[in-house]
């Protein structure tokens, strides 16, 4: 059973437009909620984090907008640029084990 | 300062094999993960530590899977007698301390049995 369901699995945004991944999570227990960029041949990075009890953050031109009773959280990228080009994990989090979703990968068309 | 990192960066071993992954975490880091990572998946939690104990190893996939963490520092995945399923690239993560979230990945060891 996969705990937490990504989509798309590939995005293709023109520069300087939105882009927008979207995760449903099954597990009510689940109570931390962070994004992860990766680049080829690199570990994933902590790029923005939630948790349930707020129901938007944002950081820059990182967005994460969370819906607890539909169990659904998203990712925005504003004005997207070619350098966020990457894969993008959203994961859930409880008792210190991330679930990751399957990823999407982010292609920004210069 | 120093992330974590991982050695080696690449290994290729035959089907039978032993091998030793090993993870440097971030000086202070008392919590330290390991994930895999087939292609074109997200990592897959296998063991945390907590200083030098396995805090949930509940996603070892099997017995042939082993990991030590003996001074709550440096730790060592062991894999016993490889099967060509094990290739993925093996991440290591470390965070401040059990409970707080952020953890910070290492670049990873690409695994490939032949």
């Known amino acids: 059973q996969q705990q937490v369901k990504q989509s798309p699995q590939s995005l293709i945004v023109q520069k300087g437009g939105i882009s927008i991944i979207n995760c449903a999570y099954e597990n009510t227990a689940f109570d931390y909620f962070p994004w992860y960029q990766q680049f080829p041949g690199k570990g994933p990075a902590l790029l923005i984090a939630?948790?349930?009890?707020?129901s938007e953050k944002k950081e820059g031109r990182f967005t994460i907008s969370f819906n607890k009773s539909a169990k659904q959280f998203s990712l925005h990228i504003m004005d997207s640029q070619p350098g966020d080009s990457a894969t993008y994990f959203c994961?859930?989090?409880?008792?210190?084990?991330?679930?990751f979703g399957k990823g999407t990968r982010l292609h920004i068309l210069p | 300062g120093a992330g974590v990192s991982q050695t080696p960066s690449n290994k290729v071993t035959e089907k039978g094999k032993y091998v030793e992954l090993r993870c440097d975490p971030i000086?202070?880091?008392?919590?330290l993960y390991w994930y895999r990572q087939s292609l074109g998946q997200g990592p897959e939690f296998l063991i945390y530590?907590?200083?030098?104990?396995?805090?949930?190893d509940s996603g070892l996939p099997n017995d042939r899977f082993f990991a030590v963490r003996p001074e709550g520092s440096v730790s060592t995945l062991k894999i016993q007698r490889t099967e060509r399923g094990d290739s993925a690239v093996y991440l290591c993560?470390?965070?401040?301390?059990?409970?707080?979230?952020?953890?910070?990945f290492g670049p990873g060891t690409r695994l490939t049995v032949t």
């Open positions: 530590f907590q200083g030098t104990g396995a805090a949930d």
């Open positions: 993560a470390s965070s401040l301390s059990r409970g707080r979230y952020e953890q910070y």
């Open positions: 994961a859930a989090s409880r008792d210190d084990k991330i679930i």
């Open positions: 939630i948790r349930p009890d707020v």
């Open positions: 000086s202070g880091h008392t919590a």
